[in-house]
């Protein structure tokens, strides 16, 4: 009886148990880990090469060099745009041969590897220098038998433009780069610097003999400053020290956030009081011999404990110091601005820091804690007197950008987004508004250049030009008054323009995610005067690459164009069904939507590769690039705000393409991505079926509470009796736990002090508290970013999709396509 039972009702338990495996993948099959693998970081670093034209403006000319790799090697090139002339700089078959003759290593056109090329102080000659395959001590070591004593001989090398005569230049006192800890006047007479928390300064000769030995005995310092503690110092620290590091380092030169007066006479710093702020932690378990503790101070958001910023300005020649008077906010922020850096200055040795300012006076801002008030303030050198030149005012946050100076502040403009697109205005000194420059439905980016003789603006700016994907950065003109707003680089291309700092010539680097990246030269109207380069993809598209296709769906609104990224496998076959990944990033800093081709190609492209159909999309309340109420819309919801687009966005693709499998959806992401992407399974837990979820910040109550309370918002509650306090609250992913149904793996790195791995563990809590089942790798000895084993995850994360929307759980332990990157030189492996 039993037998015939279990015989009547064995048929009818297969058919449900296929029915359910159908049910989950339809169609099973395995996953193109060959692709993917041909895409590896690695194998593009031999795949692509130069994608844009990087110009290096000359002083005394309009004339720029550059050099443009492709499969062929690398050049470089002059450029005289006056005279719409390119030249090789020289013959590198006839330089490599003079090389080798000196150097005694081999080399030849194709692989010259020049570092450091500079032009001379006339322009007549070049100057570089190139590793050869001599060992040397290193100059500045006592423990000559220390195995890290030896380094690699450097030769020096000088080139005639004119003549083509090449000499080495012998026993060349080569001007190391500035270090870290160095802020140096700007007429390099004196040397900043931070030691044991106080200010310390040195004079140009003693800077010398530090930087040929930084621990030379009789290097003379002056101290400046000795009220400075732990956590109340006037410099800054070393990053990411461990606790025996930092007490170690403590008495070392340490950087500090000095800006100079251009005449070297004062300089000004912002000091920050952290001892009240509380700590975090995070412990390197696989350090040796032992595991390190790492303490930094963190603040969340919410928190009463707050880091204060005070002003302080230093008159150098009297060694004297005096506190400004800037408070105004309760918590609020101080920002220095730096002056802007010339284009033909960025081959410097030396650059010094100098303020936003001139020998008068210099500028900075000051924030409420709540971020919707800001002021423009400037400072006046003689009396100290701090004055409010603009007040921007919102109910959400306030941003704003570095102004521009007119004629050393006899003008300024300043960025605004007041009437909700961010413009530029114009003031006088006295804060008094003249005039809009610019004003209608399109996004402002950045100051360019000022040409204060003919009162015309440079700059940057998106969503202006009709039937173009709004995020396209372009160049622009517009006279001081408003009028004559012209287009200088214009084409249905996100453009990247270098002016040179007259304002008379730019180049122009324009492309697409599903274009060839080129580089163009053009005046200052904008007239193209010369084509420059055309990157070289011909090893890509040998390999079988594909450009991607750019996209535009609806928000969930059914109103709101959103514009993304659409990735196929390189072996796509429209007739066959393809699962569906998204790749999300909520901002609201940006979208994470690529505009241009990339060098680097993303994880995306890849982990298509697989058989995936992977896509980009925005979100309202993603990108600072359009509306401020576009940018805007998830304030105060920083955990559901952009899922409802991002199943809106997948759900208009399948129906415009048969190839996309709606009922397989998976998602993943990085960061805030990582928090979206776990958000979404648990909000949509019918929709989303699986998800990647990397160093999410799951709890923002327990992120830093600059990024928390300023995209979440913080109310400001002051008491009848004045006084003020801060709340915040914010949903939780763990929250939602309870909702989980489909297959979730998440990761950390378990060092990460960005987003702290509490987040994921107190996730974990509350899945497991849920009678869940997950995933969970931990990344050891890893920051936010995953380091040296951000590879591994990603075949992580394609054998997770794979199993979960393809069916294919073929994968062995070993990861085979690593492995084979690996070189076995017969005593351990090396990594390729």
């Known amino acids: 009886m039993k037998k015939l039972l279990l015989s009547l009702l064995l048929p009818l338990f297969c058919f449900q148990l296929k029915a359910q495996t159908v049910t989950q993948n339809p169609n099973p099959v395995k996953g193109n880990y060959l ?56 013959d590198n078959a006839k330089v490599a ?30 100057q570089f220098d190139l590793k050869s395959s001599v060992d040397v001590v290193k100059k500045d070591r006592k423990d000559k038998k220390a195995t890290d004593s030896l380094e690699k001989k450097t030769f020096y090398f000088q080139y005639n433009l004119q003549t083509g005569k090449l000499i080495e230049l012998v026993n060349y006192d080569k001007v190391k780069p500035k270090p870290a800890w160095a802020s140096i006047a700007p007429d390099s007479s004196a040397i900043i610097f931070s030691r044991n928390y106080n200010l310390y300064w040195m004079d140009k000769a003693n ?145 010094p820091n100098l303020w936003l ?46 102004p521009g100076l007119v004629n050393g502040g006899k003008e300024l403009i300043e960025w605004s987004e007041r009437d909700g697109w961010a413009h530029f205005y114009l003031y006088d000194e006295t804060g008094k508004l003249k005039n809009q420059i610019t004003s209608g439905s399109f996004h402002c980016d950045d100051i360019v250049n000022i040409d204060a003789k003919n009162r015309i603006l440079y700059f940057t700016a998106s969503g202006r030009e009709a039937n173009e994907n709004p995020y396209y950065s372009h160049l622009y003109s517009i006279h001081f008054d408003g009028s004559n707003l012209h287009l200088l680089n214009g084409g249905n291309f996100d453009h990247a323009a270098s002016l040179n700092d007259d304002s008379k010539f730019f180049v122009d680097n324009f492309s697409r995610v599903n274009t060839t990246p080129k580089g163009i030269l053009c005046d200052y109207m904008g007239h193209k005067l010369m084509d420059l380069e055309t990157a070289d993809l011909s090893n890509l598209m040998a390999a079988g690459y594909k450009f991607p296709e750019p996209i535009k769906v609806k928000a969930d609104d059914g109103i709101t164009d959103l514009y993304g990224v659409l990735y196929k496998p390189y072996d796509f076959d429209a007739q066959k069904k393809y699962p569906l990944i998204e790749y999300v990033y909520p901002g609201p800093q940006t979208e994470a939507v690529n505009s241009a081709f990339s060098k680097s190609m993303d994880a995306n492209e890849r982990l298509a590769q697989f058989g995936f159909i992977v896509v980009t999309v925005g979100n309202r309340g993603g990108n600072p690039e359009r509306s401020k109420w576009y940018h805007n819309y998830g304030y105060g919801n920083l955990r559901d705000y952009g899922l409802a687009d991002k199943k809106a966005a997948a759900e208009q693709l399948a129906d415009r393409y048969p190839f996309i499998d709606i009922n397989r959806v998976g998602i993943t992401g990085h960061s805030g991505g990582g928090f979206m992407s776990t958000a979404a399974m648990l909000v949509y837990p019918d929709f989303f079926k699986v998800a990647v979820s990397e160093s999410g910040n799951h709890d923002n109550s327990i992120y830093n509470r600059w990024w928390s309370e300023k995209h979440n918002g913080l109310k400001e509650a002051v008491t009848p009796k004045g006084d003020t306090t801060f709340q915040y609250s914010i949903d939780k992913n763990q929250d939602l736990a309870k909702n989980l149904k489909g297959h979730l793996l998440l990761s950390t790195g378990d060092i990460d002090n960005n987003v702290s791995p509490s987040n994921t563990i107190r996730l974990i809590n509350a899945l497991i508290k849920a009678n869940k089942r997950f995933d969970y790798v931990l990344l050891p000895g890893q920051r936010h970013a995953y380091g040296d084993m951000a590879e591994y995850f990603f075949w992580q994360k394609g054998d997770y999709f794979c199993k979960y929307l393809l069916g294919d759980f073929s994968q062995p332990v070993d990861i085979l396509e690593m492995d084979k990157e690996i070189e076995m030189n017969g005593k351990k492996p090396v990594a390729n």
């Open 207 to 351: 800077y010398k003999k530090a930087l040929k030995n930084e621990d030379d005995s009789t290097i003379v310092e002056h101290q400046l400053t000795k009220d400075g503690v732990k956590d109340y110092a006037y410099g800054g620290s070393f990053m990411n020290e461990t606790n025996v590091e930092e007490e170690k380092n403590k008495k070392k030169r340490k950087p500090t956030q000095v800006l100079w007066s251009p005449d070297a006479k004062h300089f000004a710093l912002i000091r920050t009081d952290s001892r009240k702020v509380k700590d975090m932690w995070v412990i390197n378990s696989i350090a040796e011999p032992r595991p390190t503790l790492e303490t930094y101070k963190y603040q969340l958001p919410g928190e009463k404990e707050n880091p204060m910023k005070e002003m302080l300005l230093f008159d150098f020649d009297a060694k004297t110091s005096k506190k400004l008077n800037t408070a105004l906010f309760k918590d609020q922020e101080l920002t220095m601005w730096p002056a802007p850096v010339l284009q033909k200055n960025r081959d410097d040795e030396f650059r």
């Open 357 to 402: 300012g001139d020998n008068s006076k210099f500028y900075f801002y000051r924030t409420g804690r709540d971020l919707k008030k800001i002021d423009v303030c400037s400072v006046d050198i003689q009396t100290g007197k701090v004055n409010v030149l603009v007040q921007e005012r919102l109910n959400t946050y306030v941003e704003i950008n570095r």
């Open 35 to 90: 692709l993917a693998a041909r895409f590896s970081p690695k194998k593009l670093q031999k795949m692509i090469f130069s994608t844009s034209v990087d110009a290096h403006w000359l002083k005394n000319s309009n004339r720029f060099w550059y050099m443009f790799e492709t499969s062929a090697g690398k050049k470089w090139y002059l450029v005289d745009p006056a005279a719409r002339s390119k030249k090789l700089l020289f």
């Open 97 to 126: 041969a003079e090389v080798t003759l000196i150097v005694k290593d081999p080399f030849d056109a194709q692989h010259l590897p020049i570092e450091n090329l500079k032009f001379t102080k006339d322009e007549k000659s070049i």
